[in-house]
């Protein structure tokens, strides 16, 4: 079983960056960054692999986000830069069992959801 929580959200101006933790206990293989924004699906943001090795990114983020995983910490992060607006959304981390494949925008490929912590991005 792994649990995860994350940290870190809170309501910002545009153009700021935030940093979001996500503190997993337990072992798990790819880990991702899901956000849900009011009205819409949850949609993927970014993933890493077990080993940090490989990352995936959605468009709308590509260049402004970077995922990365502290394995010694066992910790997740989302450094996301140039905040607008459109970013606004509650983050969810979420992580796979080991053994399982990608692709990793796939939320059923993730067994383990944190709560959430909400971003909120002002104009």
């Known amino acids: 079983q792994v649990q995860l929580v994350e940290s870190g959200g809170g309501f910002v101006q545009a153009g700021v960056s935030l940093r979001l933790s996500c503190a997993a206990s337990g072992h798990s293989y790819a880990m991702g960054w899901f956000r849900h924004a009011p009205g819409k699906e949850l949609q993927f943001v970014a993933a890493?692999?077990?080993?940090?090795?490989?990352?995936d990114y959605a468009r709308s983020v590509k260049g402004r986000f970077t995922i990365s995983r502290d394995k010694a910490k066992s910790t997740l992060y989302l450094q996301m830069n140039s905040l607008g607006p459109d970013d606004t959304a509650i983050y969810y981390c979420g992580a796979s069992r080991p053994g399982t494949v990608g692709p990793w925008y796939d939320t059923n490929k993730y067994a383990y959801w944190g709560q959430g912590t909400q971003v909120t991005v002002s104009s």
């Open positions: 890493i692999a077990w080993n940090g090795g490989g990352t």
